[in-house]
């Protein structure tokens, strides 16, 4: 288990700004960066040792990326399905790192709820049918792994299957 040695962080950048959703669902630690200066993205990844995510070409330039010390990756599609693949394919990632892990919001760890915690905060077919619940803490959304969470899983699952068959 090498990979978990180095579990890469990310910064992702507004121009890809899809791709955090779609990390947070494997589980990776994404935060996203919604400002317009360069300077202060580079900042940011380097105080928190998170690798960037961008389609702009000037950050790939910097110094601190061109002597390694900051890992950036140059995002090439135009569809987050192509953008996603790349980056999976790029690190090898694993689509089930850590399922269930993060807010798709907020990036926080969620914390585990018991079904009496959330009854009053989930429809009545939820309640009567799922038995795990996930809360965040930041933003106090409850997930549970519903027909939602799952058709996005499938679609994660997807990206990587058609790589596979190019
Ligand atoms: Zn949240």
């Known amino acids: 288990m090498v990979g978990l040695i180095n579990t890469p962080k990310f910064i992702v950048d507004h121009n890809v700004g899809k791709l955090a959703k779609w990390l947070r669902i494997m589980g990776y630690d994404t935060r996203f960066f919604n400002g317009s ?4 993205l580079v900042a940011t990844a380097l105080a928190e ?17 061109t002597n390694g010390r ?13 953008q996603m693949r790349q980056v999976i394919e790029t690190l090898n990632l694993d689509c089930q790192f850590r399922p269930f ?12 709820r018991s079904k009496q915690q959330v009854e009053d905060l989930v429809p009545p077919y939820v309640f009567r049918t799922q038995s795990q619940y996930m809360e965040c ?9 519903g027909t939602h969470w799952q058709a996005m899983t499938e679609r994660l699952r997807s990206f990587v299957k058609g790589s596979a068959e190019e």
Do not use: F
């Open 37 to 40: 200066d360069d300077a202060e």
């Open 49 to 65: 040792e998170r690798m960037i995510l961008s389609r702009d070409t000037q950050i790939m330039k910097r110094g601190v990326v």
């Open 70 to 82: 900051l890992k950036a990756i140059l995002i090439q599609g135009d569809e987050p399905e192509q």
């Open 101 to 112: 892990a993060l807010c798709l919001e907020c990036n926080q760890p969620l914390r585990q």
């Open 137 to 145: 803490p930041a933003c106090h959304r409850i997930y549970w792994r």
